[in-house]
């Protein structure tokens, strides 16, 4: 017992590791997507099936674009994780052809039930059958987009800061001048973070509760501006 609770205490002050994402990694992102996908929250208690955040969020960027999926490892392992896409409408194509059919194959789509009866599963699995689209107007300007999450031991210690880092950083040398993220309007933490970091918002949609933020980057290092 004392040296697990020396080793945790050590662990304060050992800086989290950031490097880019292995296939090995991949039920450490679904298991982080879950426990981060209530508005930042563990949504364990929300799902039947454990996977099904990580199906939609997580999975999909760290397989088909691993250039931009990086994770942050610490002693007790993997903990928190940055994805996304330089070319937003290119990713949403090959989702369609690459990732999507699976999906569907296997969970059943609840448009024809009342959608205020859908349980929290089944509105996932509504956006496995209907995924949405970020706003055209939103694209336009910032082509990339993200998703990063961070497990509570993470959080407060500049290892948000260093994924978002390494993120722009790979999409703005494969072209991109622009990201854009949504942010579920109660995760109030995040939203500070997004703006202390440079991220500016666009618009928020009362239908979907998110609120759009963007920034722009530029150079070679594709450095927040």
């Given amino acids: 017992m004392r040296i697990t609770s020396l080793n945790s205490a ?11 994402f ?9 298991d982080i997507a879950l426990r981060t996908g209530d508005s930042g929250q ?10 099904l955040i990580g199906h939609i969020y997580a999975a999909p960027y760290a397989l088909l674009e691993p ?3 990086f994770v ?10 940055i994805v996304g896409t330089a070319d937003t409408r290119a990713f949403d194509v090959r989702l369609e052809v690459e990732w999507w059919p699976a999906l569907r194959a296997q969970y059943e789509d609840p448009a024809a039930k009342p959608p205020a009866g859908w349980s929290a599963d089944e509105r996932r699995q509504y956006v496995i059958h209907h995924p ?25 210690r500049d290892v948000g800061r260093r994924l978002l880092d390494r993120f722009l950083a790979a999409v703005g ?21 997004y703006a202390r970091y ?24 594709g450095r927040a501006t």
């Fill in 10 to 20: 050590l662990g304060l002050y050992f800086m989290p590791s950031i490097r880019p």
């Fill in 198 to 221: 440079g991220f500016a918002e666009i618009e928020r949609s009362a239908r979907t509760h998110t609120v759009w933020m963007g920034i722009e980057i530029s150079g070679a290092g």
């Fill in 132 to 156: 949405y689209k970020t706003p055209e107007r939103i694209v336009a300007v910032y082509p990339a987009h993200l998703h990063i999450n961070l497990l509570p031991r993470l959080q407060g």
């Fill in 72 to 81: 942050a490892e610490d002693e007790a392992g993997v903990a928190g994780y």
């Fill in 173 to 193: 040398e494969a072209g991109a001048r622009g990201v854009h993220l949504g942010c579920g309007a109660a995760n109030t933490r995040a939203l500070h973070f």
């Fill in 22 to 30: 292995r296939t090995a990694d991949l039920d450490a992102l679904y």
């Fill in 42 to 51: 563990d949504a364990s208690a929300l799902h039947d099936d454990a996977k």
């Fill in 67 to 69: 250039a931009s999926a």
